[in-house]
Structures are given as C-alpha cells and as structure tokens.
C-alpha cells in the first residue's frame, strides 16, 4: 500500500506541546530579564554562568561534563555567551583546551540569576504540587520504563514494522 505522498507525520505529536511548554515557561523568564532591562541574556545560559560562579574558571570539558552536555553543544553555546557579554575565553593548560570565566558583567549579576533560579525553582515546586501527576514523577516513570527498554529499541522496533523505513 503506498502511502499518500500529501500526508505529514508532522501533525501527529505527543512530544511538541511539551517542548512548547518549557519554551513559553522560558518566554516568561526571559520576559523578566527583559522588565529588569538585563539585555542579551538567554534562561539556557544561567545554568552555566551560576556553575561558573560557584566553581571558578572551567574548561569547556569540565564545564560540559558538570552541566551534562556535550563538548561541542556547550562550545557553541559559550561561543553565544562569550558575544553577548557573559563569559570569556582564553587558552587552557594545553592548546587544545579554552577556559571559561565569568566577566565583570556576569559578576555583577549572578545574585540576581541565583535569586531567579530559586524563585523559578519554587514555582515549579508550586505548580507540581497542584497537580494530581506532577511532572516529575512522570520524568522518574519514563526513565524507569526507557531502563527496562531504551528509547533507541522501542523507535527501531517500529521501524521494522514499517515498509518504508527499509
């Protein structure tokens, strides 16, 4: 059976309304920033700028592997930070190695980021516990259920069944 060459798999999706979530709760962040006039500044860089703050300068390596990302994502993203004024760079112990620290800028506003990743904290600690299934919880139980088959197996699984993935 062919399948309808104007058919988009795209409008099926489980996945997109919580990735359009956590971007609107972002939006929101970010809107704070903006009433506070901190300009250039992304919520995906606060995590990095207040491990920055509490464990000094870090190699990229060091700081991707505290943050739990990879070498090349958290490059890029110090390559962002670095041209908006957050971070700087300079040779490491070796030539293949950059550090990163905080610049004056980032000092000057790293109680503030800490005061906001707390408020943003409770809040959420808030809206869980309004909800019957709070979110983590759901997360605890995915990641229980993806130990017992991992999410790799369960898409590979689908696509042996499917013609046209062959």
């Known amino acids: 059976m062919a399948e309808d060459p104007t058919f988009d798999p795209t409008e099926q999706t489980l996945w997109r309304p919580l990735r359009l979530l956590q971007a609107a709760m ?21 995590l990095e700028l207040l491990r920055l703050h509490a464990r ?11 943050v739990g990302r990879t070498h090349s994502a958290l490059s890029q993203k110090v390559a962002a930070m670095r041209a908006a004024g957050w971070v700087e ?11 990163v620290t905080l610049t004056d800028r980032a000092r000057g506003i790293v109680g503030r980021l800490a005061a906001e990743w707390r408020a943003t904290e409770a809040a959420v600690a808030e809206i869980e516990a309004e909800l019957p299934y709070p979110l983590t919880r759901v997360v ?15 898409i590979a699984e689908k696509l042996a069944e499917d013609p046209a993935w062959e």
């Open 26 to 46: 972002d939006a929101d962040i970010a809107r704070l920033y903006t009433e506070e006039r901190i300009t250039g500044l992304k919520p995906s860089f606060v």
């Open 140 to 154: 605890a139980d995915i990641e229980q259920l993806l130990a017992r088959k991992s999410f790799h197996d369960r």
């Open 56 to 66: 000094g300068p870090m190699t990229i390596t060091a700081l991707a592997e505290s």
């Open 89 to 99: 760079t300079a040779a490491g112990d070796d030539a293949r190695s950059k550090t």
